[in-house]
């Protein structure tokens, strides 16, 4: 299929969650499959907070498919013959949907560090937004997983009539502070880094040469993507310095991974993106607005999924477990599923084969 | 009991595991109890990372003990009435023996990245000169954790008739990828850090303003000594930033933590030493010289004491077990306990009261 980028103007304010007000604002998005007349096909697909809304196909004269190319398109379990898929960039992104990067009315200046806090709550509320103005009042499903879970358990929470099912993967009730302590890494490498300055950098200033604030705390990130037996798996002690073993910079093979994939990851998003989607992640919380997380939880109605990975060192099996256990005792309609897996967190983007059965069934 | 620093210094070569040669060299070290006429009451403790000889006691004026004076004294654990207890500064630290900011000679200039890659093998090496110096050719026991559980293990395997009884906690008998990815982030902060200036700073550079670099990579640190259940406990969602929870660098409690602990330990510690001390824990590999690990195991006459901590997440239990299985096999003289703790690495320096019994009955 042919994939193009959408993106939808608004000139409507957007109320945020800290009392804000975020206007004008965009949001880039990409559709696959075909809209019924009666427009009760939809699933909406979240990602992650480095994703985009590239989620399936190619773009032309691309090579690399979307990043959940494996289960969205013709007869894959989120099926584009019968769904019509939407998957949109979040608020604070630097794919294409407003962010600290972007021009502020009316100065024209990029809002850099003035630019709002934006929270699950505010990501959903700003697709919701742009489904009302496509005339989607209503969504078949809403599946995601890490940031994108979160946000389709939020959804599910805060409204709770709009969508029949909810499929959350790798997310959690609230985000914890083990997390909360690897986006530390990232956030304070990003901010003492010079040329960072404070925000002041011209915008992509880091295509050329990555800002290797960013490169250092994604390194951390990657550490709780894998885990210790995925990275035992996948790179043991192997050496890859061409001096010897006792050469100081010399280094293990799961140290050229962590250069090459950091090195490259800071030329292509933007710092500034990554301060507010890693604030995003931390102020994650169910339970906020609420009275309690139970109180939360009970207004979920949607048919819920819930897919925990046994790896997973950044959101552990047991954060959605503790979902499950509370639907169960609301007598709530929910199925949980932890699946066996060595790809730690980053298995809901590649163990695709173990999960795709159930989301299959869970469109059904 | 009064407490000071003496320092051994040797015109002798030592033969590195490089085969490069340290000459001379000098080696920090700390002393509490006396020495019995037959030299037959000595306990070597050995220190980990950023740890040092200075293991119990108060220096004149000073409030703070020794990082394990729990453990070590009169009437405790490791009773200095009976024991001649003697803790070495390791080769490459920065505490006062010889490491990479130390003048070589004859230039008497520091050797910086000139200093020779140096592993556990060759830290053990040195304090074994320094006990035969001191007219000690046998301990009664060498007790550490995390790095220093590893010299003690590595004693074991390459002098198995030196000493009678080794006990060894947190640690592993190889460093695992997982663990070479969190030193990752600590040396390439350090290395990509301006002030670092690729190792010509000048030596204490950092005490009024400590190298950046090193906090960040500190924090990527800290989190491996703790444990995501830790953290719950200590610190939860507690959140402490002044202007409310949508301010962008507005902090949680653990953020908080992680900033003041860093930003302190990179003025008092020496980078390089840092990425010296980093790459002694990368290539630890109890088989390194042997045919095999069951080979290197089989080795270990002395009883021997193996301590892990349920919420270790830098070294897993599972990996102590691995060694206590194999001593199993071999039928060899061991002990395993596997303790409950939510402190996660950070057990073997706080949880004393959990295992002092443990090490009290072994030194009996």
Redesign the interface.
Known sequence: MKIETKVAKFTTALY?????ILEPYELAYETYGSLDESKDNVVLVCHALTGSHHAAGLYEGDRKPGWWDGLIGDSKAIDTQKHFVICINVLGSCHGSTGPMSEAYPSMEPYR?KF??V?VKDMIRAQKQLLSSLGIHHLKAIIGGSLGGMQALQFGVDYPNFADRIIAMAATY?????T???N??AT??I??D?RFENGNYVKGAFVEEGL?GL??GR??G??SY???DS??D????NYVGTD??????GR????RY??YNTNNFSRVFDPMSY??LA?AV??F?LSRGYDSLHEAILRIKAETTLISFKGDYLF?PKEMEHIAHMMDRNSQDYSYHEMDSNYGHDAFLVEIKKFEKIVKEALQ
Do not use: C
């Not at 945020?16 to 804000?20: V, W």
């Open positions: 945020l969650e800290s009392g804000r560090l709002p806090v929270t609230a985000t914890r502070p083990w909360i302590a690897f530390k890494v304070e490498a901010r003492r010079a290797q490169a250092i390194i951390a990657h550490i894998l885990s210790p990275m035992d996948k790179f043991g002690r010897g073993l006792f050469e100081l910079f293990y093979e799961i140290e962590m250069e301060l507010y604030k931390n102020t919380n552990f």
